[in-house]
């Protein structure tokens, strides 16, 4: 889809600062997760409940942001989300009782899922313009951001900020970003499919499987951001200074990845890469169950931070090529069976993790990355 406006680089630019500041949203309050625990003196049960809120968010907007974004174009959608995802930090760092918390994630996993599902479409359309895969590049952006609101979270925190104040901040930085690089946005979306949009579809066996690789991936992503931090602390006893270094781990070799993922993906092919990386996160997860110690725990996060790497960026790259629906409601599909596992495990690992242990729930985790390499021979490329 060629563009009269401007260069695919200008393009490929600005969406990269979008999923950063995505990825900056979402690692900014994972990092202060352990502190808000803290705070309302929740049991791993009822905190698992509070987190349950998330998924049940991104649920309502299921239908909405496939529908929306095939409408009226990710470009207009994308913009208003950027300014009201953000936002919802600050209501996290206001809630003064697990109620208003509840709110505030609900909203949260509303705007986040519409967020993704725009931002993705503008993706799919910027590789369609270069003819090439690239979409690892841009999760590696997300990834990035993760990885620096890791560490500006555990800055924050020993800087003895509360998350409001933290949170302000980051507000700060997401709104310069879109202000920045809102004119380069992709004016109008690639169309793989003459369907019409309607609010419900349904997804053909191809989308499926693709939704159910990202489901099973980002279980164990979700994992990681949620419950890292807590596993270290509980179960690795590390100190405190120490407790974010295994979802630092985690977060850079998930990026790095993501940034050689395009170049591996044409040097192995589609379902060997699946399949390497659903074994390194079977590998990595079990590492860091096995030997709950700091360094074994480190090393295990950073297998299982590689393994993730590209599932994900394929998953979506695969589904906005569908022939069958328009890609903002494909990438919808799959997007929202992903962030379904990525916002679901959080809270199960609570559950699990009350009834047994910790270590446990981390243990049936890691078993999604044996579904992944499974799933990889049941991908089809379009």
């Known amino acids: 889809m060629p563009s009269p406006f401007r260069a695919p680089r200008a393009y490929r630019i600005a969406i990269s600062s979008f999923f950063f500041i995505q990825g900056l949203t979402f690692a900014s309050w994972a990092s202060r997760i352990p502190d808000i625990k803290n705070a309302f003196d929740l049991s791993d049960a009822a905190w698992g409940g509070i987190l349950l809120c998330l998924p049940i968010g991104q649920f309502f907007a299921l239908a909405l942001s496939g529908f929306l974004v095939t409408r009226y174009g990710s470009r207009i959608v994308l913009i208003t989300t950027s300014l009201l995802y953000p936002a919802t930090l600050l209501v996290i760092g206001l809630a003064s009782s697990p109620v208003w918390l509840i709110v505030a994630l609900l909203l949260t996993g509303f705007f986040g899922n519409i967020y993704n599902i725009a931002v993705n479409t503008q993706a799919v359309g910027i590789e369609a313009l270069y003819g090439r895969s690239i979409m690892a590049s841009f999760h590696g952006l997300?990834?990035?951001?993760?990885?620096?609101?890791?560490?500006?979270?555990?800055?924050?925190?020993?800087?003895?900020?509360?998350?409001?104040?933290?949170?302000?901040?980051?507000?700060?930085?997401?709104?310069?970003?879109?202000?920045?690089?809102?004119?380069?946005?992709?004016?109008?979306?690639t169309r793989t499919s003459d369907a019409k949009p309607k609010l419900f579809v349904k997804p053909d066996n191809a989308i499926l499987i693709l939704g159910i690789l990202a489901f099973s991936c980002m279980i164990c992503e979700g994992t990681m951001f949620d419950w890292a931090g807590v596993y270290f602390e509980k179960i690795v006893a590390a100190k405190k200074e120490y407790v974010q270094f295994g979802f630092v781990a985690f977060m850079s070799t998930m990026a790095s990845g993501r940034l050689i993922a395009d170049f591996l993906i044409m040097k192995l092919g589609t379902k060997r890469m699946i399949r390497?990386?659903?074994?390194?996160?079977?590998?990595?997860?079990?590492?860091?169950?096995?030997?709950?110690?700091?360094?074994?725990?480190?090393?295990?996060?950073?297998?299982?931070?590689?393994?993730?790497?590209?599932?994900?960026?394929?998953?979506?790259?695969?589904?906005?090529?569908?022939?069958?629906?328009?890609?903002?409601?494909?990438?919808?599909?799959?997007?929202?069976?992903?962030?379904?596992?990525?916002?679901?495990?959080?809270?199960?690992?609570?559950?699990?993790?009350?009834?047994?242990?910790?270590?446990?729930?981390?243990?049936?985790?890691?078993?999604?990355?044996?579904?992944?390499?499974?799933?990889?021979?049941?991908?089809?490329?379009?």
């Open 142 to 189: 997300w990834s990035l951001a993760g990885f620096a609101g890791g560490l500006i979270g555990t800055f924050m925190i020993a800087k003895n900020l509360s998350p409001f104040q933290h949170y302000w901040i980051i507000n700060g930085l997401t709104l310069l970003l879109t202000f920045l690089f809102v004119r380069s946005t992709l004016p109008r979306d």
């Open 276 to 382: 390497l990386s659903g074994f390194m996160i079977f590998i990595g997860i079990l590492t860091v169950v096995v030997f709950p110690y700091f360094v074994p725990s480190i090393i295990g996060l950073l297998i299982t931070g590689l393994g993730v790497s590209s599932v994900v960026p394929l998953s979506y790259g695969l589904a906005g090529q569908s022939k069958t629906m328009p890609a903002g409601q494909a990438l919808a599909a799959v997007s929202s069976l992903g962030f379904l596992g990525f916002l679901i495990a959080p809270p199960l690992i609570g559950f699990v993790s009350e009834g047994y242990t910790l270590r446990t729930a981390f243990a049936l985790i890691a078993l999604m990355g044996l579904a992944v390499a499974f799933l990889s021979g049941k991908v089809q490329r379009n």
